[in-house]
Structures are given as C-alpha cells and as structure tokens.
C-alpha cells in the first residue's frame, strides 16, 4: 500500500465516503418503494375507465431500466399494450396507465380489443392523488405492467 492511513472498521475515511454514497444512491429508493408498496394497502378504491390502447415494440421503458437493454440485443417479449385510463378525485381527472405484454402481434391486438372501454379497479394515494395502482394484479389473463412497479427500476420520486 502507497497510502497507509487512520482506519475506521477496517475502511479509510475514502472508503467510508465510497460506502455512505453508495448507501444513499440506493438505499432512499428502494426505502421509498417498499414503503409506498406497503402503503397502498391502505389506499382508497376507486373505478377507473380505459380510455386509450395503443400497442408497442418491446417492453415498457418505465418497466425495464434503459441500461438493460441495449440495440440489437434480442427481446423475449415482443410486444406489449398500453392502456391509459382516467379516475375522478375530489372534481379532479387523473390519468394513469398499465401494460400487458404480448408474445405476438396478434395477441396484443386481442389484448387491445378487450381493453377497449373497460372499467378497472384502482388504488390512488389519498395524499397525493396522482398516484395510483391497479388493485388486480391481472388484466384479462395477463400480469399488469404500471411504473413503480418493478423493484429493479424503483421510480418512485
């Protein structure tokens, strides 16, 4: 070792800075998607209607992060339908949208025909009611897709 200094549980006070930072990076995140999961529990329900559904390459952006995918690697889900839906709050309209993947053209336009016009479910934050959560996990057969959802990709500020 070139720099022999003053240690604290075996780490300089570098180490400790590199440690602390990297801490921080991901721990406020992850904090603040195990507890606004835990919290929606308690949010009240609502109806919501679907009012658009559009079909897309590949995988939600919001779902998946950026760096995971990269140009000309192969994408195992082909296809996915996005559904943006509208609730009411307080004489407030809120949008909100979801996903469902598709292995094929074909069955994301299945998947969009049935979504057409339907009403769903859903959880909003009380406090801050531009956040919200479908209450079924499963939409016509299929997982649902909404951003804060993946704990891999926390967006949660």
Request: hydrophobic share 45%; charged share 20%.
């Amino acid at each position: 070792m070139l720099f022999k200094g003053p240690t604290f549980l075996g780490m300089d006070s570098l180490g400790w800075v590199f440690f602390i930072f990297t801490v921080l990076l991901f721990g406020i995140p992850y904090t603040r998607f195990f507890l606004r999961r835990r919290n929606i529990a308690s949010w009240p329900i609502m109806s919501a209607r679907v009012s658009k559904v559009e079909i897309f390459e590949g995988v939600p952006e919001e779902y998946v992060p950026r760096m995971a995918i990269r140009p000309g690697m192969p994408v195992t889900i082909p296809y996915h339908c996005r559904a943006q839906y509208a609730y009411l709050v307080d004489g407030t309209i809120y949008p909100g949208w979801f996903a469902l993947l598709a292995k094929s053209l074909t069955e994301a336009q299945g998947l969009a025909k049935g979504l057409q016009n339907l009403t769903i479910q859903l959880k909003y934050d009380p406090l801050k009611p531009a956040d919200s959560a479908l209450e079924e996990p499963r939409i016509l057969g299929k997982k649902v897709v909404q951003s804060g959802t993946n704990p891999l990709n926390p967006t949660v500020w």
